[in-house]
Each structure stands twice: as C-alpha cells, then as structure tokens.
C-alpha cells in the first residue's frame, strides 16, 4: 500500500470516474487503473463497483475512505511538522536554568528571545545543576545554563560570562565601608548558604578553601532572597553573585579581593543533534551582554 495509491483511491472515490480522478491526478487512466488494482490485491478485496463508466465504492471501499483520510492528513502533517523544524524561528525549545541566575539574569534575555521569534514554543524550566544536568540526559531539556565546570563526561559545555562574587554584610556592619575584603578578614563572621545542591554554593566554598578558611556556617536556604533579608537584619554574613545586586536591599556590597568569580556557560549532551532553533537560541545567548557596564 503506497501512499500516492490511497490518494487516487479517494480522488477516484469522489469523482465516481477513472477519467476524472486521472484527469485531477494529471496521470494517465491506465495508469491510475492499475494502481487502483495494485491496492485492491494488496488489501484482498474489492474497493470498487466497475458500473460501466462510472464506478461506486463497495463496503470494503467505504471502511477504507476514512482511514485512507487520515493516513494521508497525517502524513501531511507530519512533513509540515519536520519542514516547521528546519525554520530557526519556529518549533519547542526547552531551557533549563539554575536558581541563581533565573531571576537576575536570564528573566529579561528570554523575554527579548520571545519577541524576536514569537512562534518559538519556549519552554522555561528552574532548577539545581544536578536535576538540570539528569533532564538533559532524559532529553527533557534542549540546553541547560548553569555554573561551570561541569566535569561529565557526556556533557559538553560553552562560557558565556564571568560574573564577580561580592561579601554581602548589614549596611550597619563595620566592614561595610571598605573598598575590598579579603576571605580572611570574614573568619570571625556568621556565613549564611546556600543549600548543599546549589552550583553558588560550592563556588562560595572554592573561594574559602583557596584561602584556607573554613567557616561555620549558621544558616542555609534554597532561595537567596531569603539571605539577603537574614544579612540585612544582621544575621550573618554571605558571598553572593554580583547580577543579584539589585535584590539586596539593606546590604552593603563590597568586592573580594582577590578578585572571586563564578563562570556561567551552557551546557548540551554530547552528540545532540542541535535543531536550527537551538542554534539560533545559542548563537543569542552568545550575543546578550550579560554584566552590567558597572561590574
């Protein structure tokens, strides 16, 4: 059964005439004939009432008419679907991002994304970098933006930015006027983190072991608004990314030295065969100017 078969078969089934339907199909009438006969042997059974010059659907042919239908508008649907894929300004794209940089960083970007290709289903998804990594891996996500290294072996990642980490402390706070402060002289302070599972976390923590500190920490939260508020009502203290410098009101923010930074970047599964509205996605990240000129 071939598909240019069930289409005479309904143009044949509509006009009632090997003559029309091979005049509409722009095929000659022995032509079409034979294919109608080629379908009927293959089904084993007979579709049409030869009537002279007319013919008329038997049972066999009335059962066929709707399957026929919708194997053809399916098919026709399913070319319009992969044609649709082929276009950078269409199809489902699914982006996973991790907490911190969701709300201080891509909210805008993903939003410019939108008006720039409006027929782009885009598909936002929060989440830790390990359940964001284990949705790439299921196929649940296109691509993933999120801390790096990621050191997995099937995953391949790209930096976008650099993004400076800053001591947060109550605008009351003694160090609060300096102009940098070094890891050491934070030795006596409360630290306030992240949940274990947080990619800010463990940069936060990089940064301690580089300068041989441990601290104790005295709180933990999912939510960084949640550590801004406890710093500002002098609770502790914290290290934060610089991008969320805008909901940390009641903070003072003030620069490590030296200098400490978290690298963000995207990442994919090795081999992924990246569709033309992925490319386009990664090819507008690459161009968004992340930092704001004060940092």
Not at 65 to 73: C, G, K, M, T, Y
Not at 117 to 142: F, H, M, S, Y
Not at 178 to 185: D, I, K, M, N, T
Request: with cysteine; proline share 7%; net charge positive.
């Amino acid at each position: 059964m071939d598909l240019h078969q069930l289409r005479y078969f309904l143009t044949l089934a509509r006009t009632g005439s090997f003559v029309r339907a091979a005049e509409e199909e722009n095929v000659a009438q022995p032509s079409l004939s034979q294919q109608i006969k080629k379908l009927e042997t293959s089904l084993g059974v007979p579709l049409f009432d030869r009537l002279g010059r007319c013919v008329r659907l038997t049972h066999y042919g009335e059962a066929l008419v709707p399957r026929a239908e919708d194997i053809l508008r399916t098919v026709g649907e399913t070319k319009k679907e992969m044609a649709s894929l082929q276009c950078p300004d269409s199809g489902k794209l699914a982006v996973g991002v991790i907490p911190t940089i969701l709300p201080y960083a891509m909210a805008r970007p993903m939003a410019a994304f939108r008006d720039a290709a409006p027929q782009v289903q885009l598909d936002i998804q929060e989440g830790t970098t390990e359940q964001l990594l284990n949705r790439l891996r299921l196929g649940k996500l296109d691509i993933a933006i999120l801390a790096l290294p990621i050191k997995q072996p099937e995953i391949v990642c790209a930096e976008l930015f650099r993004e400076p980490l800053l001591v947060a402390v109550p605008e009351t706070h003694p160090l609060a006027g300096r102009p940098s402060l070094a890891v050491p002289q934070l030795l006596s302070e409360r630290m306030l983190l992240l949940r274990e599972g947080h990619c800010l976390r463990d940069d936060v923590l990089t940064v301690c072991n580089r300068a041989n500190v441990q601290f104790q920490q005295v709180f933990e939260s999912d939510h960084l608004a949640s550590i801004f508020s406890l710093v500002a009502n002098g609770f502790g203290i914290s290290i934060v990314p610089a991008l969320a410098a805008a909901e940390a009101r009641g903070c003072a923010l003030i620069p490590l030295a030296p200098a400490g930074v978290r690298k963000i970047g995207y990442a994919q599964v090795r081999g992924h065969h990246a569709l033309p509205v992925q490319k386009r996605f990664i090819a507008f990240l690459k161009s968004t100017a992340w930092l704001p000129a004060s940092l």
